[in-house]
């Protein structure tokens, strides 16, 4: 397109707010007429934008300076204190047609243009009104700048920005500022229905048909102030920043009634305008420089539900010792801290239970002095209620504070989420955009007074049951044809058990035959277990079937009746995460919480792990040992374990079994070896077909002396080169 | 407030501690050494009862100066790398109701070292930290006096 031509001889009568002075008016003309020929040569040597950015505009100050914003967090930062003008520059606007930014120039009085260098270039314009103006934008569905003032002498005026070459620019009035008299400070070009938008002082909510120039109120949006900066995102949201304290609200058009809700804490000024390009998102896909939260979104966590957010770009204030951005949440349980190695999660720590009706102790450990900011949802509702801030403003210093939150005595059991915010801003909301800081969420537990929680191995850490699954025949002793990692938590209350934690998660399943996994609780009867508090997830998703097996007897928790409907095979690989090259993401992860209707007394609670077992997927064939397929029959227990009452006790003894029921000895061979092996780490097992005695030489003294040398076998520096599938933390 | 803490140790004697027990039959990690050859997993024997555990027990006992005001809060943690305690690995949490508590837990192997540390609510501060060392403590009882 061809702008304004640089070398042209500006017309005398374009030059008529000259006559406002007192110098004679042929003298200002010539030289005006100078001055703007000097300037617009300068056009044609600056660069537009290279793009259409994300990021937004806005000018401040008497003599101006240009900051970049980030919509999403508030975030800004000066791009120019020195515009090559000494006042103001007002009604910006980014223009999507040519990339370059343009505001009404108040030293000179007209129209001017921004290069990507930040120079202000005026641009003569013939019947320019004789007065500044602070209100403008440039249309996305056609390239004119369209400015706008109040008052019987003024109104709303268009200028055609890409006028045939050789062709002067001229303004010109759509209508007087009597017809349309509305007051507002900005307005902005929604992108895609040709209407502009403004948010008055009372909070009304205007749409301007710049064709016509007629305005309709579409309502009240719910917040007052001046708003000198609006802007679109390519989403057709609005948003408007407030003067007086620098907040950004965003406002949804589609709503049949639009309200503005607060979106982002941004820079403040008595003087402001804003602009940005309407055709960016407000993040664009490949941003990584913003923090989100990972709870559930019902809590505001993505972009979308204007979820918690702060902006990187400082990076001097943070929870912890590392925080990473992204272009949107990733919410649980689908959150990159869990899914990736890297978790940002690492700043609040919770040294005690929360105890209802009791304190709980945390340390919050801060990059520098900063305000923190939380939020518990006590009443499991799925949000942070007004009540349910523990820290507001609260003064953090650089290094490790202790906390002390009260939990209050109408706090729901259960598990539940929190919310900690850090930033240079003293208050800030749950949800919401920060220029600076991070938001860390967490899932904790809130119990009864006065619980002791037990956790094995350690909470975070675990342990690892691995399976021969060849039974009752010797298989190749690589102890990978089932891996399973556990942990377990359970609470007790004044010396009784009352609730019990188990996760895992399915590490290997290297071989071919279908193996189930179930978990007995040896000396608990099933009638103990309350089954309307039974809780059962795989991979974070709620099961409706309980996986309580029995209804006496030894409870039994079937976790999965074949391996194989969980997880597949790496491309390439003829198992799951066994061979070198098939390092998958584990693809199945567990988690059961039990309640105990009368409570279990500590004393005769068996030992974590439990007795975690496998058995055959039934109508799946086996070995040769087998006519017919044994189905849940058949079990393989961990050593010093007892088969449960399904277990047909005609596979004992047959094939390589040399048990010894009378003795309580089951799955031994000849030797005494066992099928299964419980490791007190998340155990990197052999690799496919490596006996486990070749993977980790030690295993062998170990075992022959009883336990009582080299009891540390099982960990990777005891492991021989190349023969372990990597598998710890 | 007079804070009397000690680990009930020989080798911590110095702390105020006296030992009760001794380590010197505790399974141990020495560094590896040759091994025979032999033919793989399934010619090993192992001894008659053997289970293959690979995780031992560790009794402590905590006793708390009657002068300490009550609610003192008791944590057992994994140790950072700077000895001090993990909270986030923790294998015991519980508020402290009575000057003594005593319990059992379940170290794995490999793990060398845990931290015994009590808390006061009002004002929140830690007011002890111990730590057990494998190697130095065995798996004798673990005394914490405080």
Redesign the interface.
């Known amino acids: 397109m061809q702008l304004y031509p640089t070398n042209r001889v500006q017309p005398l009568d374009s030059l008529a707010r000259a006559k406002k002075t007192k110098q004679p008016v042929r003298l200002m003309q010539i030289l005006l007429i100078s001055v703007f020929a000097a300037m617009a040569s300068r056009v044609g040597m600056a660069d537009p934008f290279s793009s259409c950015p994300s990021q937004a505009f806005l000018v401040q100050d008497t003599t101006a300076r240009l900051y970049g914003v980030n919509l999403a967090t508030g975030y800004y930062e000066l791009l120019s204190d020195d515009l090559g003008t000494s006042e103001r520059v007002n009604g910006l606007a980014f223009n999507f047609h040519d990339n370059y930014l343009y505001g009404w120039d108040y030293a000179n009085g007209t129209l001017a243009r921004i290069t990507s260098n930040y120079e202000v270039v005026p641009l003569p314009i013939l019947d320019l009104p004789d007065a500044n103006f602070y209100v403008g934008d440039i249309a996305v569905h056609q390239n004119s700048y369209f400015f706008y003032r109040p008052g019987h002498s003024f109104g709303l005026y268009k200028v055609e920005l890409d006028r045939p070459a050789g062709t002067p620019l001229r303004a010109e009035r759509i209508v007087d500022g009597s017809t349309l008299n509305i007051p507002v400070f900005d307005l902005a070009f929604h992108p895609t229905n040709s209407f502009a938008y403004a948010v008055s002082r009372s909070g009304a909510l205007y749409e301007i048909d710049t064709e016509t120039g007629g305005a309709t109120v579409r309502g009240n949006v719910g917040v007052t102030g001046t708003f000198g900066a609006a802007y679109f995102d390519v989403d057709g949201y609005l948003y408007i920043s407030r003067n007086s304290d620098g907040q950004i609200f965003r406002i949804d058009l589609t709503a049949s009634a639009p309200s503005a809700e607060f979106f982002a804490y941004g820079p403040a000024s008595n003087n402001n305008d804003g602009a940005r390009c309407a055709m960016a998102p407000i993040i664009p896909v490949d941003n990584s420089l913003i923090d989100f939260g990972d709870a559930p979104d019902s809590f505001g966590t993505t972009l979308s539900t204007n979820g918690a957010r702060h902006d990187l770009g400082n990076g001097q204030i943070y929870l912890g010792q590392t925080v990473d951005g992204e272009s949107d949440a990733w919410t649980h349980p689908l959150a990159d801290d869990t899914a990736d190695a890297s978790n940002d999660d690492d700043g609040v720590?919770?040294?005690?239970?929360f105890?209802v009706g009791?304190?709980a102790?945390l340390?919050a450990e801060s990059s520098a002095p900063a305000f923190l900011n939380a939020w518990i949802d006590w009443n499991q509702s799925g949000q942070f209620d007004p009540e349910e801030k523990v820290f507001s403003q609260l003064y953090v210093d650089t290094g490790e504070n202790?906390?002390?939150v009260d939990v209050p005595i109408w706090a729901k059991e259960g598990s539940t989420w929190a919310r900690f915010r850090i930033s240079s801003t003293p208050e800030v909301g749950p949800i919401g955009g920060v220029g600076d800081g991070e938001v860390e969420d967490y899932q904790i537990t809130v119990s009864s007074q006065?619980?002791?929680?037990?956790?094995?191995?350690?909470?975070?850490?675990w342990?690892t049951t691995a399976f021969e699954d060849n039974w009752p025949l010797?298989g190749d002793?690589d102890m990978n044809d089932l891996v399973v990692h556990l942990r377990t938590e359970h609470i007790a209350l004044d010396g009784t058990v009352v609730g019990l934690q188990i996760e895992g998660e399915v590490a290997a399943v290297g071989g071919d035959y279908h193996n189930g996994f179930a978990i007995r609780l040896e000396g608990i009867d099933a009638a103990s277990i309350a089954p309307t508090a039974l809780q059962f997830w795989i991979n974070d998703i709620a099961q409706t079937t309980s996986p309580l097996e029995n209804s006496s007897g030894d409870a039994v928790f079937v976790v999965m009746q074949d391996a194989w409907d969980y997880v597949t095979r790496g491309e390439g690989c003829r198992f799951y995460r066994t061979e070198a090259g098939c390092e998958s993401d584990v693809q199945m992860s567990f988690k059961l919480r039990i309640a105990f209707l009368d409570g279990v007394p500590e004393s005769s609670f068996p030992?974590?792990p439990f007795d975690p077992f496998l058995f055959a997927t039934p109508g799946h064939d086996r070995s040769y040992v087998f006519t017919q397929p044994p189905g849940r029959g058949l079990e393989i227990h961990?050593?010093?374990k007892l088969p449960t009452d399904r277990f047909d006790a005609t596979y004992l003894n047959l094939a390589d079994d040399h048990s010894d029921p009378a003795n309580n000895v089951f799955f031994r061979?000849d030797?005494?070896?066992?099928w299964a092996?419980?490791?007190?780490?998340r155990w990197s097992y052999p690799l496919e077909f490596i006996?486990?005695?070749?993977a980790y030489?030690?295993?062998?003294?170990f075992?022959?002396s009883?336990?009582?040398?080299?009891?540390?076998w099982?960990?990777d520096e005891?492991a021989a080169d190349r023969s372990i599938f990597p598998n710890s933390e | 407030m007079r804070l009397l803490l000690t680990i009930m140790l020989v080798a911590l004697s110095g702390c105020g501690g006296t030992s009760t027990g001794t380590s010197d039959d505790s399974p141990t990690t020495a560094t590896p050494s040759p091994v025979p050859e032999h033919d793989g997993a399934a010619s090993i024997r192992p001894p008659a009862g053997f289970e293959f555990a690979t995780s031992q027990t560790l009794p402590i006992e905590i006793e708390v100066a009657a002068s300490e005001p009550s609610g003192l809060y008791l944590t057992v943690c994994r140790a950072t790398d700077h000895l001090t305690s993990d909270y986030r690995r923790c294998l015991m949490k519980t508020r402290m109701d009575d000057t003594q508590l005593t319990r059992s837990i379940e170290v794995p192997n490999d793990v060398d070292r845990l931290v015994v540390a009590l808390w006061r609510m009002q004002p929140t501060q830690r007011v002890a930290e111990h730590v057990w060392n494998r190697e130095r403590d065995g798996l004798v009882t673990f005394r914490v006096r405080h």
Not at chain 1, 677 to 681: D, E, N, V
Not at chain 1, 691 to 694: A, E, G, Q, T, Y
């Open positions: 720590v919770m040294v005690s239970n105890d009791r304190p102790i340390i202790n906390l002390l006065g619980t002791t929680v037990t956790s094995y191995p350690a909470a975070g850490e342990i010797i002793f030992a974590p961990l050593p010093g061979t030797t005494g070896m066992p092996l419980q490791i007190g780490a006996d486990v005695d070749d030489p030690l295993f062998e003294p075992v022959s009883g336990g009582q040398t080299f009891i540390d099982y960990i005891n």
